[in-house]
Every structure is written in C-alpha cells, then in structure tokens.
C-alpha cells in the first residue's frame, strides 16, 4: 500500500475521539467529588468504561490497517487486480477496495475466502 492511504473508518474514529473527550471530561471534574466515596467510585466506573471503549476503537483502528496493508501486499505479490480477487474470493471489487482502505473489517467467511483466491493460510494476515 504504497499510495501513502491513512485508513478511514469515519464511525470508529468517531466513537474513538467521544471516548478520548469523555475521559478528559471525567477527569476534569474528578478533583471536585474526591470527599464523596459514592461520587468517586462512580466516576472511576465512568473513567474504566471510556478507557476500555477508547481502546478497543484504537484496536479496531490498528486491525482495519494492518489487515489493509497485508491484503494489498498479497495481492499485488500475486500479480491480481482488485477485480480479480474479488471474483476469485466471491466479494464485490468495491469490498476488496475498502478492505484495502481500511474502510472495512471482514469476516470471518471472507478471510477465509481471501486467503483461498490468494492460495494462503489464513496465517499469513498476521504478518
């Protein structure tokens, strides 16, 4: 993927940055309950939650990407067309291209057709 495509994934990346603004708010308002036991506990409930949605986004951010550059790079190796792995793994030409964009995580059945049309195991995404 050497066209230089930052991964769009414009909900995730959304749903990330609420996360990261809601942690800065919780935590810009924890100094005023720390002599209240109840508030604190519920506002360290609140801050865990938002970390835990905020890393999971990242997470889901950094898979989509890594997926795209290691598809592309399959593909390109093998000398196919985005056209032609599409016919080949039975998914839209538009499918691969978000895929490749990062614009889309498969599934499980399209790895595995994925990995088919490109005569890999599954396995070698994870590089």
């Known amino acids: 993927m050497s066209r230089g495509v930052v991964p769009r994934r414009p909900k995730t990346e959304g749903e990330l940055q609420q996360a990261r ?6 935590n810009s308002v924890r100094p005023q309950y720390e002599g209240d036991s ?20 990242q997470d889901e951010l950094d898979g989509a990407a890594k ?7 399959l593909r390109v190796e093998r000398g196919l067309t985005q056209a032609e792995l599409a016919r080949g793994a ?38």
């Open 67 to 73: 997926f795209a550059v290691r598809l592309c790079q």
């Open 21 to 26: 603004s809601n942690v800065a708010i919780i």
């Open 38 to 57: 109840s508030a604190s506990r519920m506002i360290d409930n609140l801050l865990k939650q938002q970390e835990r949605k905020a890393a999971k986004r």
């Open 90 to 127: 039975a998914v839209g030409q538009a499918m691969i291209s978000l895929l490749e964009k990062g614009d889309r995580q498969p599934t499980w059945s399209t790895v595995c057709r994925l990995a088919e049309a490109l005569g890999v195991g599954i396995e070698e995404f994870r590089k």
